[in-house]
């Protein structure tokens, strides 16, 4: 099974090995970020002109990273064919009584936590 965006060629006395698929645009935290994306080597940010920065890795910080995560989990989808689409992952919801945090709703990998309030009587 091929990875994502991997090619080889091997044959003829040479070896051809391109890791990559992109150009992508994703977009995180009020920025966009311009990327291409390997399974075995991961995302390197690039340039417009598509040449790598010189230190290609956002900082661990950065929106990028949970972005990019997500995107992957969901697919890999885009818009057309640069511009990833990725939705908010389904929150978890808790509930605190006398101080403790009791999970109502699981939710996914990345999601929120959101409480829930109990109902005035």
């Not at 010189?54 to 511009?83: C, L, M, Y």
């Not at 509930?95 to 403790?100: D, L, T």
Request: with cysteine; glycine share 12%; charged share 30%.
């Amino acid at each position: 099974m091929a990875e994502f965006g991997h090619k080889a060629y091997i044959g003829g006395g040479m070896c051809i090995d391109a890791w990559g698929a992109g150009p992508f645009v994703i977009s995180a935290g009020g920025k966009s970020f311009r990327f291409e994306d390997s399974d075995r080597f991961g995302p390197h940010l690039i340039k417009k002109n598509g040449e790598l920065f010189d230190n290609p890795w956002p900082s661990e910080r950065s929106p990028f990273w949970r972005a990019h995560r997500i995107w992957v989990r969901q697919g890999r989808r885009t818009e057309d064919g640069v511009n990833c689409i990725w939705d908010e992952p389904k929150p978890t919801k808790y509930r605190k009584i006398r101080g403790a945090k009791f999970i109502v709703e699981n939710g996914e990998e990345d999601g929120a936590y959101v409480e829930i309030k109990p109902l005035e009587p």
